[in-house]
């Protein structure tokens, strides 16, 4: 199985920051790589899909880079709304196997 | 609009099996996958197997195999998840995916675009 890789594991910031959370993965994913937002108690959203798409509606402030093993997300500028716990998902092969995720806590 | 409603929270005693559905709505059901996610309490997303509901293929995770069955319905666009031999590492969240698709480049990029509502399972003697 891949294994996904997340740091840090938490972080505290503050609104108007710029965070960036790294995922990696054991073995190339090439850009078969996508990330979700989770706040508490609800179910997953998608943010953005191989590397760096945005899913519709998702706020431009996200962004994603990366390629092969190392990949990155991006919050341009904090908002009150971002502070949740994101995961990375690799979609490259079976199982799909997610990150252990990252808490986004208010500083 | 695109949904998809599970069914309610389960209590079960350990070496029970549970089985959960996930109802969908707003889209041509035999033309995505769905995927199945667990979460347990205060810990991250497991994901546990897929199956295409036209024509019930399904891949599941090898440790859940031997435990788990997914199937679906068209006749009334749902999918369901069971899960037997319950013991209290099974206590979660569960939830169905649907798995969407785009078109990057010329290659398929697939993604989990249109989650459930979630149904509790807790195991518990």
């Known amino acids: 199985d891949i294994q996904m890789t997340q740091s840090p594991s938490s972080l505290s910031a503050s609104v108007g920051d710029r965070v960036t959370i790294t995922c990696r993965a054991s073995?190339?994913?090439?850009?078969?790589l996508n990330w979700y937002q989770q706040k508490p108690g609800k179910a997953p959203n998608l943010l953005i899909y191989?590397?760096?798409n945005l899913q519709s509606g998702v706020p431009s402030r996200f962004s994603g880079s990366g390629f092969g093993t190392d990949f990155t997300l991006t919050i341009s500028s904090l908002q009150p709304e971002d502070f949740a716990t994101y995961y990375c998902q690799q979609s490259f092969t079976a199982p799909r196997t997610f990150g252990q995720g990252t808490n986004v806590e208010i500083k | 609009q695109v949904q998809l409603v599970q069914s309610g929270a389960e209590v079960k005693k350990p070496g029970d099996s549970v089985k959960i559905s996930c109802k969908a709505s707003g889209y041509t059901f035999t033309n995505y996958y769905v995927h199945w996610v667990r979460q347990a309490p205060g810990q991250g997303l497991e994901w546990m197997g897929i199956i295409n509901p036209s024509g019930g293929v399904t891949t599941y995770a090898q440790k859940l195999q031997g435990r788990v069955t997914m199937t679906g319905d068209t006749s009334t666009s749902t999918v369901y998840m069971e899960l037997s031999s319950l013991t209290s590492e099974d206590t979660a969240v569960y939830y169905c995916?649907?798995?969407?698709?785009?078109?990057?480049?010329?290659?398929?990029?697939?993604?989990?675009?249109?989650w459930g509502t979630g149904t509790t399972v807790t195991v518990s003697s």
């Open positions: 073995q190339s994913i090439t850009s078969y």
């Open positions: 995916a649907r798995d969407g698709k785009s078109v990057v480049i010329n290659y398929y990029y697939h993604y989990m675009d249109v």
């Open positions: 191989a590397i760096s």
